[in-house]
């Protein structure tokens, strides 16, 4: 190809809170702009232009998309109205769907597809107020891993969970890792000692176990060592908080921004992530990052991205949970390994080498087409409707 490769790249979800995929988009679209011979279209909604990262090599796609159509039925309805022909009319050689779904029927160009999770296929209550939108985001899923050329999954634990979940062929489904950023360097803040929770308070996040175990270690060993989680209090339960002590060394510290959060990772004794279900697990990433040991359920992606690098324990096990803290509270030299070994973990996952990975498959579909998976005859009506 002579001329640059042009790739539309969906930055719809910047209009929301800034979260994993978010952060995943915006640092795509930088690394690819940043390699010759490529230029990066970035189709973004109403009002979410200011967040994209802006060079020679990327163009904004404009639309209106709002946050009224964040919905699963009516991002479905919308995606029917309008992608196609903001596709057509921007050029792209290829289009990159990067919200787990999101490939319009009759697409004009190639399409590949990045599958952070399937969480909420798996927990609708959790994250569908009704029938309608429970599912517009299975059909939508279902239907983008069907017109998509190739499928990106974020890690070797949501490909697995892609060939037995939708059927699609292990041919078509490639691991592409997250990276993670590089912190600037910083000098610790904090003059004691704390254990940190990043990530939310939603039910795969499994708050109550960490709850549960700092309130044991607490009660075996001492209050010296405090608990901080980001996070505003009232997001959780009652339920959550009675697994606390009414004084309770711990600390909420809210919605933080990047240059707070990484201040708090490099003063942390410790990460605890007790998740039961990740698609990747950025935090424990840019915890060892920081030169912060973590501690890290044994499950879903947590093991792929962890490695050795870290202690890994059953999160329905708050003793062993609580012995893996102490031992990297209390032990300088385990500490001094942990953080040695997250390092040279850290240097395996980089945006530069997503980017390049992304870039290939690009390529590659562009130089020989393969064949879409077609819908069986159930889906086939659903995609005549929609």
């Known amino acids: 190809m002579n001329r640059s490769l042009r790739v539309m790249i969906d ?11 978010a952060r995943y988009v915006t640092r795509l679209i930088d690394e ?46 919308w995606e029917k109205a309008h992608l196609p022909q903001l596709i057509r009319q921007s050029s792209a050689d290829i289009y990159h769907a990067t919200w787990n779904s999101g490939i319009p029927a ?3 160009v190639p399409a590949i597809l990045t599958i952070h999770d399937l969480i909420p296929m798996h927990d609708p209550p959790s994250y569908f107020d009704t029938r309608r939108d429970r599912w517009a985001y ?11 050329e190739r499928i990106a999954t974020v890690s070797e634990h949501v490909r697995r969970d892609v060939l037995n979940s939708l059927r699609v062929h292990p041919d078509r489904v490639i691991t592409v890792h997250n990276g993670v950023d590089k912190p600037a360097s910083s000098v610790p803040r904090a003059q004691t000692p704390y254990v940190l ?26 209050r010296g060592l405090e608990l901080r989680l980001t996070g505003d209090k009232k997001q959780l339960d009652a339920a959550d908080l009675s697994q606390l002590p009414d004084d309770a060394p711990i600390r909420f510290l809210g919605d933080i921004d990047d240059d707070d959060l990484s201040a708090q990772y490099t003063s ?23 030169r912060c040991p973590v501690v890290a359920a044994s499950m879903s992606s947590l093991p792929e991205v962890v490695g050795d690098a870290g202690f890994l324990v059953h999160p329905d096990d708050p003793d062993a949970t ?55 005859a159930s889906h086939a009506t659903a995609e005549a409707v929609c």
């Open 106 to 108: 009759r697409c004009p």
């Open 138 to 148: 299975e059909y939508s899923t279902y239907a983008s891993t069907r017109r998509a």
């Open 11 to 21: 930055a719809r979800m910047l209009i929301g809170a800034f979260g994993g995929i």
């Open 197 to 222: 929770c990043v990530g939310g308070f939603e039910r795969r996040k499994n708050v109550t176990a960490v709850f549960t175990a700092m309130r044991r270690y607490w009660e075996r060993f001492d």
């Open 268 to 290: 942390a004794r410790l990460l605890l992530t007790l998740s039961r279900d990740e698609g990747f697990g950025l935090p424990v990433l840019e915890a060892m990052a920081h």
């Open 322 to 376: 609580v012995g893996a803290v102490r031992r990297v509270h209390t032990d300088a030299s385990l500490r001094t390994d942990l953080i040695q070994r997250g390092i040279a973990r850290v240097r395996l996952f980089g945006w530069d080498r997503t980017a390049r990975h992304m870039r290939d498959i690009y390529e590659s579909v562009l130089m020989q087409k393969p064949a879409r998976e077609t819908f069986p």
């Open 32 to 77: 690819l702009a940043a390699q010759d011979g490529i230029h990066v279209l970035a189709l973004c909604g109403d009002g979410g232009c200011a967040r994209l990262p802006m060079s020679e090599n990327v163009s904004v796609v404009k639309s209106d998309f709002g946050r009224r159509d964040r919905s699963a039925l009516r991002r479905l309805s």
